[in-house]
């Protein structure tokens, strides 16, 4: 792929992948920022193997996602996530449970991790996760169902929120 395709890809959605990352992070400027970069670095590793089953943002904030997790594994968060919960620490406020979720989204299977995801943080239509997924459209949306009540029912009694 010619370089000046990926820089147009990079320059359209960079700022799409970045506050994708920036909600995650829970508005931490340079943690988002440093995993930015590394999303585009592994699409342009990756290039060749992007099919075009789908938009150019949903696949570059699938591979901003798993990077995502990984960080979350690599700097042990979950580990300080249940710190602050068994200390009874719980902020009930819509950009802490916007991490919470992904935190408990990352035990998940992958396909229930992905649905999930997609759904909640893209809002994207189940014809779309279907798609993207090789699942049927029924199976996205009993996915999404059945992880949501699992979902619920762990931010209720691990991290106190009432939803």
């Keep these: 792929m010619p370089n000046n395709t990926f820089d147009e890809i990079y320059a359209s959605h960079f700022l799409y992948v970045r ?14 920022d440093d995993l930015t970069q590394e999303t585009f670095f592994q699409a342009y590793k990756s290039i060749n193997r992007f099919s075009g089953n789908c938009r150019v943002e949903t696949w570059l904030c699938s591979i901003a996602q798993h990077i995502f997790y990984a960080f ?11 710190e602050i919960s068994q200390t009874g620490y719980v902020v009930q406020n819509e950009q802490f ?8 989204i990352s035990r998940f299977s992958d396909q229930t991790k992905n649905v999930l995801s997609y759904r909640l943080f893209h809002e ?25 009540i699992k979902l619920k029912e762990i931010l209720e009694k691990e991290y106190g929120y009432e939803l």
């Design 72 to 82: 979350l594994r690599k700097e042990k968060m979950l580990k300080h996530v249940d």
């Design 124 to 148: 994207m239509p189940y014809a779309e996760i279907s798609n993207l997924l090789g699942i049927s459209e029924n199976s996205a949306k009993v996915i999404f169902y059945r992880g949501r």
């Design 97 to 104: 449970l916007e991490h919470d979720i992904a935190v408990v």
């Design 19 to 32: 506050r994708f990352l920036l909600r995650l992070c829970k508005g931490n400027e340079y943690t988002a």
